[in-house]
């Protein structure tokens, strides 16, 4: 991508995070980073957003909403491998403990993050629709 959107977003430079919308978990990981973003500049984007679907498509990625992605303003990580990158950007307990995992094998980490992703709406449940960003999240928020 190599272009500005509406919004003002270059992605030459944007980093960007992608989640189930719905998912309980993942709305806990967003509200985190939320809390706990070290810079306060990473764009949050639903998988269900009509901007992920044509963001997405155009780098030819069809992944269903049970992946995580993270955009670095040039390449994309999904599954465990995103988890890891964001986790970069947060400060806290919880990135750290993340990091722990690091050292273990990319098939071992989406092995488990595939498992809980598959049972993710039975461990956590999910909203019956997308999260809206308050007037506080609007910003980091791509629409």
């Given at each position: ?29 967003i ?25 997405l ?12 992605i ?19 950007e ?13 050292a ?7 092995k ?6 598959k ?8 909203r ?7 007037k ?7 629409t």
């Open positions: 991508m190599s272009s500005t959107d509406s919004n003002n977003i270059d992605y030459n430079s944007a980093r960007i995070v992608f989640f189930d919308g719905v998912c309980n978990i993942c709305n806990a990981f509200d985190y980073l939320m809390r706990n973003s070290k810079n306060n500049d990473l764009k949050i984007a639903s998988l269900q957003s009509e901007f992920a679907n044509q963001f498509s155009k780098e030819q990625l069809k992944l269903g909403y049970e992946t995580f993270y955009y670095d303003g040039s390449s994309f990580s999904t599954a465990s491998k995103a988890v890891f990158q964001v986790s970069k947060l400060n806290g307990f919880l990135p750290k403990f993340i990091r722990l995992f690091r273990l094998p990319r098939f071992l980490t989406d488990v993050y595939y498992l809980v992703a049972n993710r709406y039975f461990l956590a449940g999910k019956s629709t997308c999260r809206i960003p308050n506080d999240e609007l910003a980091r928020f791509i």
